[in-house]
Every structure is written in structure tokens, then in C-alpha cells.
């Protein structure tokens, strides 16, 4: 499924981009292993984004672990039909333990773990022991952790597991994200603890000019 991305396509503008975003990340800081990623909104992306950015990730050689954390609207579980399989939220309940819900991919050094059973109270079992011991031993595990997450204006989940993390990442989806809520974001993010490592802008349309520079290479 993963080896289907775009990200595959390693002469294009977008995987160009996305290595960009990668080195960018790891200049602004090198020890961010654990990394949320979210939006103000939804629809602007974020999903589309973790998955691409954990490929590259992964085919650079790290071992890469994305979840799926959106417990209220899980696209990226949903877009491979694993909604209710063992998943994030039977380990945080306790009913199976995180290496029996990992899946492997089609990639290389990529491994997913979908959302499992969406629970009546997420934010509950965020602040569960079970969510730290989580944390704990996929550090030990990964090089790289990727938490997809709600919209961090519509949902709490996100500043939880931000909160938790080494940085978290704001995407933004270009003439779509209001400036008003990307500052609110941004507050937010903030606000624990300094995690803001940056903002992908994301939809853009490339001009000829930028096409035609990365075709020279």
C-alpha cells in the first residue's frame, strides 16, 4: 500500500520538496524523535503529509513508525480499511501490546499502526499510564515516530499528544487556512512547552519557473 505514494517517485518536485521539509526538520532539531503532526482544520492535508513525510523518512534508512491517533476521524486508518482492527487504541486500554498491532508495510523500514476501536473518551486514555509507557518503549524501538493527529482547534488530542512529543508540526493548506487560525494553532502548540518545530504549507501551485528548475537536475 505505502510503496504507491507519490513519495516513490524520487526524480519529482514532490519528493524534492519533502526532502527539503526532512532536512529542515532535522537542522531546526536533530534529536525531535517523536513528531505530531496536525492542522488547524480539517481537510488541509495533514494526513496526506504524515504518510509522504514517514516514507522519506524510511527510505533514508530510519526506522519509521507512523499512528494513527485521530481517534474521532481516522482517514489515514480508514484509507486501508483498518478502522477497528487492533490498533493505538487497544493498547492504550491495555488489550493487546503495541508489537501485536504494528503492521508492516510496503516500504522498507516503515511500519504503521492504525487506530483501532474508536473509544466513547480518547482524551481519557491519552492521560492514561498506559499512553506514557507507550511513548517509553517506542523510543526504544524507532528512530522516528509520526503521530497523525486531530485538528488541534476541534479536538484537545492533539495538544495531548503534543505535549508528549519532541516537536509537533503544523500543516497548512495554502488560499484555505485562515491567518486568524494559524496564529491560534501556533498558541497553542506553544503553549506546551515550545514544541513548534514549523509549518508545512501545503497544496501550492508550483510555477513553470520552479518546475522547470527541478526537471534540470
Not at 529542515?24 to 524523535?33: P, R
Not at 504524515?50 to 481517534?71: P, T, W
Not at 508528549?164 to 498558541?187: F, M, N
Request: glycine share 4%; with cysteine; net charge neutral.
Amino acid at each position: 500500500m505505502w510503496d504507491k505514494l507519490p513519495v516513490t517517485e524520487v526524480r519529482s518536485v514532490f519528493f524534492e520538496k519533502l526532502n527539503s521539509i526532512q532536512s529542515s526538520i532535522q537542522f531546526s532539531n536533530n534529536k525531535a524523535q517523536i513528531i505530531t503532526v496536525t492542522s488547524a482544520h480539517k481537510g488541509e492535508g495533514k494526513t496526506f503529509t504524515s504518510m509522504n513525510l514517514a516514507a522519506v523518512y524510511a527510505m533514508q534508512g530510519k526506522r519509521v513508525l507512523i499512528i494513527d491517533a485521530d481517534m474521532h476521524n481516522p482517514r489515514l486508518s480508514k484509507s486501508f480499511q483498518q478502522v477497528n482492527q487492533p490498533g493505538f487504541s487497544s493498547v492504550l486500554t491495555g488489550v493487546v501490546d503495541y508489537q501485536e498491532a504494528v503492521q508492516e508495510t510496503g516500504l522498507e523500514n516503515l511500519y504503521f499502526l492504525p487506530v483501532g476501536p474508536l473509544p466513547p473518551a480518547p482524551t481519557k486514555l491519552l492521560n492514561s499510564e498506559h499512553f506514557q509507557t507507550f511513548i517509553a518503549c517506542v523510543r526504544e524501538e524507532y528512530d522516528l515516530i509520526l503521530f497523525d493527529t486531530p485538528p488541534i482547534l476541534l479536538i484537545s488530542d492533539s495538544r495531548t499528544i503534543g505535549a508528549a512529543s519532541d516537536g509537533v508540526i503544523l500543516v497548512i493548506k495554502a488560499a484555505y487556512t485562515k491567518k486568524a487560525d494559524i496564529c491560534r494553532a501556533i498558541d497553542l502548540i506553544e503553549a506546551k512547552q515550545d514544541k513548534f518545530l514549523g509549518a508545512i504549507y501545503n497544496d501550492k501551485k508550483l510555477s513553470k519557473r520552479e518546475m522547470a528548475t527541478y526537471s534540470y537536475y
